[in-house]
Antibody, heavy 121, light 113 residues
């Protein structure tokens, strides 16, 4: 069955960087795009961007450019989210989410378990 | 960007009663070329990731109980739980996948009265 397994919780100081991984299994990794969604404490869902797993081309939502980088390692069916120059307001749960197409429109049919990133001095 | 607005923000329903959640998009998410509404619904229970319930506005995901149904077209959509069960306590989100950025409603919290 489809599984997305994310790396564990992180506690970082302001200004540091973090890299969250998302390992996919149970399907052909390059047949489906991977999205990332942020959920701040007690808040709703915010789409951050997605990456075409065929071409490696990322697309970022407004507000998630510059400090946020989406990448892949297709040899191990893993997607990554790296956030640099962390701020307190980056504290959130980050989800990787499979998209029902490699590119273009599609719904989100499988979600990782989420990775809590806490930014605190 | 397409803004998704859900109502109500929360509702309390007795066990076995109907729960209705509304979702309105700031522009149509209906694609004329394939006659489909690019609208999905998700359920998020406390401490869990969201789970897909419905896509194309009214198609239930495999394994989702048939007490969950979606309806609507264009800009106005509804998620109905026909007979609320205790395990349905959750926050429900609508999402449009018509155009990027994909956007979610703010969520509707469903509780037991």
């Amino acid at each position: 069955q489809v599984q997305l397994v994310q790396s564990g919780s992180e506690l970082k100081k302001p200004g540091a960087s973090v890299k969250v991984s998302c390992k996919a299994s149970g399907y052909m990794f390059t047949n489906y795009a991977m999205n990332w969604v942020r959920q701040a404490p007690g808040q709703g869902l915010e789409w951050m961007g997605w990456i075409n797993t065929n071409t490696g081309n990322p697309t970022y939502a407004q507000g998630f450019t510059g400090r946020f980088v989406l990448s892949l390692d297709t040899s191990v069916s893993t997607a990554y989210l790296q956030i640099s120059s962390l701020k307190a307001e980056d504290t959130a749960v980050y989800y990787c989410v499979r998209h029902t197409a490699v590119a273009g429109s599609g719904w989100f049919d499988s979600w990782g378990q989420g990775t809590l990133v806490t930014v605190s001095s | 960007d397409i803004v998704m607005t859900q109502s109500p923000e929360s509702l309390a329903v007795s066990l076995g009663e109907r729960a209705t959640i509304n979702c309105k998009s700031s522009q149509s998410v209906f694609y004329i070329s394939n006659s489909k509404n690019y609208l999905a619904w998700y359920q998020q229970k406390p401490g869990q990731p969201p789970k897909l319930l419905i896509y194309w506005a009214s198609t239930r995901e495999s394994g989702v109980p048939d007490r969950f149904s979606g309806s609507g077209s264009g800009t106005d959509f509804t998620l109905t739980i026909s007979s609320l069960q205790a395990e349905d306590v959750a926050v429900y989100y609508c999402q449009q996948y018509y155009s990027t950025p994909w956007t979610f409603g703010q969520g509707t919290k469903v509780e037991i009265k």
